[in-house]
């Protein structure tokens, strides 16, 4: 399907290319220390500190903007989220076509192509102009953004994209099971935290799994990787880097950050939709994993030391968030 001039989406083959070529992925059965503490960095935490007298006015604050058909409250940074999510960092180079554009802790990639750039992510409203500055810190223009790829519908990766869409007038794409959280600026499911709206996103086009779309001489594939949202999809391209072609995973969240496990009357499925994640994103190929957190994949240390390519990497980081989504689930049921 053409989508516009220069990009377009091929609905066809709905599961062709998705899978890997199986035993790429080694289990190594060992995370460095490091790895471990980052794999699962999405913690969405803030309003679970607060008093239920807090969250009775603030529903009640809610209510009333919602009465008065006020704009939704902007996802603004709360204070038990991370600092590093919303401290600016300059761009840094990843590979090929791929520059690092966002934050110190939120993941935001902007991938040039001969018909202008790709963003993956707009993390949250306050990282915006940050971000903006990244891009044209690039030589490139708001407008030379042509599309936004959305990883998943929480506050900290989706805030900043209405703006941002208003801003570049690019195209937003976005896993299915997520759209209706993204038109309504409501996130999916349910959780231990509450509930953090973001900016409604005006528009927003449904890719299903396995759909590719390709901008200038850029192909990404959608792969989705459902449960930490219904819509949660991990973005997948082939660079070639010092002549040899790299498989890219931008990867989506596979934490259980808060996400209400049994009895999720929003999201019935979710524990099957993790399960099976799991087992899909421990057989992709993944030459280089780049995670919506950074720190999850230490993106910025490997880049530093040369050591973006891991093809281990993700297997390794599925199978910690394995093992802590079971924990999680087992802890829920007693
Ligand atoms: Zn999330």
Same mark, same amino acid.
């Given at each position: 399907?053409?989508?516009?001039?220069?990009? @377009?989406?091929?609905? %066809?083959?709905?599961?062709?290319?998705?899978?890997?070529?199986?035993? +790429?992925?080694?289990?190594?059965? *060992?995370?460095?220390?490091?790895?471990?503490?980052?794999?699962?960095?999405?913690?969405?935490?803030?309003?679970?500190?607060?008093?239920?007298?807090?969250?009775?006015?603030?529903? %009640?604050?809610?209510?009333? %903007?919602?009465? #008065?058909?006020?704009?939704?409250?902007?996802?603004?940074?709360?204070?038990?989220?991370?600092?590093?999510?919303?401290?600016?960092?300059?761009?840094?180079?990843?590979?090929?076509?791929?520059?690092?554009?966002?934050?110190?802790?939120?993941?935001?990639?902007?991938?040039?192509?001969?018909?202008?750039?790709? #963003?993956?992510?707009?993390?949250?409203?306050?990282?915006?102009?940050?971000? @903006? =500055?990244?891009?044209?810190?690039?030589? #490139?223009?708001?407008?030379?953004?042509?599309?936004?790829?959305?990883?998943?519908?929480?506050?900290?990766?989706?805030?900043?994209? @209405?703006?941002?869409?208003?801003?570049?007038?690019?195209?937003?794409?976005?896993?299915?099971?997520?759209?209706?959280? #993204?038109?309504?600026?409501?996130?999916?499911? +349910?959780?231990?935290?509450?509930?953090?709206?973001?900016?409604?996103?005006?528009?927003?086009?449904?890719?299903?799994?396995?759909?590719?779309?390709k901008l200038g001489d850029v192909t990404l594939r959608a792969v989705a990787t459902p449960g930490h949202t219904p819509g949660c999809t991990s973005w997948v391209m082939r660079v070639v880097d010092h002549g040899r072609p790299r498989e890219v995973v931008f990867a989506g969240s596979m934490t259980v950050a808060g996400? =209400?496990?049994?009895?999720?009357?929003?999201?019935?499925?979710?524990?099957?939709?993790?399960?099976?994640?799991?087992?899909?994103?421990?057989?992709? *190929?993944?030459?280089?994993?780049?995670?919506?957190?950074?720190?999850?994949?230490?993106?910025?240390?490997?880049? =530093?030391?040369? %050591?973006?390519?891991?093809?281990?990497?993700?297997?390794?980081?599925?199978?910690?968030?394995?093992?802590?989504? @079971?924990?999680?689930?087992?802890? +829920?049921?007693?």
């Open positions: 399907m053409l989508v516009t001039g220069a990009l @377009e989406l091929d609905r %066809a083959p709905a599961h062709a290319g998705v899978q890997s070529r199986g035993g +790429e992925v080694r289990s190594s059965g *060992r995370l460095g220390a490091r790895d471990h503490a980052d794999a699962s960095p999405d913690r969405h935490p803030a309003p679970a500190k607060s008093t239920s007298a807090a969250r009775t006015v603030r529903a %009640a604050v809610a209510l009333l %903007a919602a009465a #008065l058909a006020l704009p939704a409250a902007p996802a603004t940074a709360a204070s038990g989220d991370p600092p590093e999510w919303t401290q600016p960092r300059p761009t840094l180079h990843l590979l090929g076509p791929i520059t690092y554009v966002g934050t110190r802790g939120l993941g935001a990639y902007l991938i040039r192509t001969s018909e202008g750039a790709i #963003l993956v992510d707009a993390t949250m409203a306050e990282n915006v102009s940050a971000i @903006e =500055r990244n891009i044209r810190s690039l030589k #490139l223009k708001l407008s030379d953004v042509k599309l936004i790829l959305v990883s998943h519908a929480h506050f900290d990766h989706v805030g900043g994209l @209405e703006r941002m869409r208003c801003d570049t007038g690019a195209r937003v794409l976005a896993g299915s099971g997520d759209v209706a959280a #993204l038109r309504s600026g409501t996130p999916p499911g +349910e959780t231990s935290y509450g509930v953090r709206r973001f900016p409604a996103v005006a528009r927003v086009s449904p890719v299903a799994d396995g759909e590719r779309v996400n =209400r496990l049994v009895g999720n009357r929003r999201y019935p499925a979710i524990v099957r939709d993790f399960r099976s994640s799991f087992d899909r994103i421990e057989r992709l *190929r993944a030459d280089v994993v780049l995670p919506m957190h950074p720190d999850a994949a230490d993106v910025f240390g490997r880049a =530093r030391s040369g %050591a973006l390519v891991a093809p281990r990497l993700l297997g390794d980081m599925a199978r910690a968030a394995r093992v802590d989504f @079971e924990r999680t689930l087992r802890q +829920e049921t007693r």
